[in-house]
């Protein structure tokens, strides 16, 4: 019976302690050192978080859920991404091209989706015109890749083999620019928080410090 009770008490210190760590973590961490760029979290106390990201005329965001694992934040979205790129139509037409149209009622972005085509005989890459068209030599094709310029992390890969079609129309995912988090890990730092960025160079480590 005492050790039932040893271990209950135990048990509850830990989970008194782990909450009174999370409280203490709750609150707003903004991106340091890092110019011409405005980022960061803000963690609730409801274990929600926020991020936003803007650069420029570019405004990126995420949310899901945080919680404290082993003295880290780990932060998940509370949904899959998807395809950056879904088909909405494909088709053999008479032309001597290979065509991928974007097609979605947001003009701006068009003109900024790269793509790469792959087979045994012609690969290339190339950028859409500002009507969202890329228009590629004729030839069997295996694999399309995609990537729109302001969601770089987003690779978009589409099966083309045993396909004889040479126009492919897609559009955008909606959520195409938020940003998703999958066991996305920062470490409490005496300023704030520490730890990769999502969008930015992996490589290094960011401080995000804590808005008082």
Not at 94 to 111: C, G, Q, S, Y
Not at 144 to 171: H, P
Request: net charge negative; proline share 4%.
């Amino acid at each position: 019976m005492y050790r039932l009770l040893l271990v209950f008490f135990i048990v509850l210190i830990s989970k008194v302690q782990m909450d009174a760590q999370s409280n203490s973590l709750v609150g707003e961490y903004s991106l340091v050192g890092v110019m011409e760029t405005a980022s960061g979290f803000r963690l609730n106390p409801d274990s929600t978080f926020d991020f936003y990201f803007s650069y420029g005329a570019l405004d990126r965001g995420g949310s899901g859920m945080w919680h404290v694992k082993d003295s880290t934040i780990v932060l998940n979205s509370k949904k899959d991404a998807g395809d950056p790129f879904i088909l909405k139509s494909s088709t053999q037409t008479k032309e001597n091209t290979f065509t991928v149209i974007i097609d979605d009622p947001n003009p701006f972005f068009k003109k900024y989706v790269h793509g790469f085509i792959s087979g045994k005989t012609h690969e290339e890459e190339q950028q859409a015109n500002k009507d969202g068209i890329l228009r590629f030599p004729a030839a069997a094709y295996d694999t399309l890749m995609m990537m729109m310029e302001f969601s770089q992390e987003k690779v978009f890969r589409f099966n083309l083999k045993g396909s004889t079609d040479n126009q492919f129309t897609f559009t955008f995912n909606p959520t195409l620019l938020e940003v998703f988090f999958h066991d996305f890990v920062l470490k409490a730092d005496p300023n704030g928080l520490r730890g990769s960025h999502p969008l930015l160079d992996p490589k290094k480590e960011y401080l995000f410090e804590k808005v008082q």
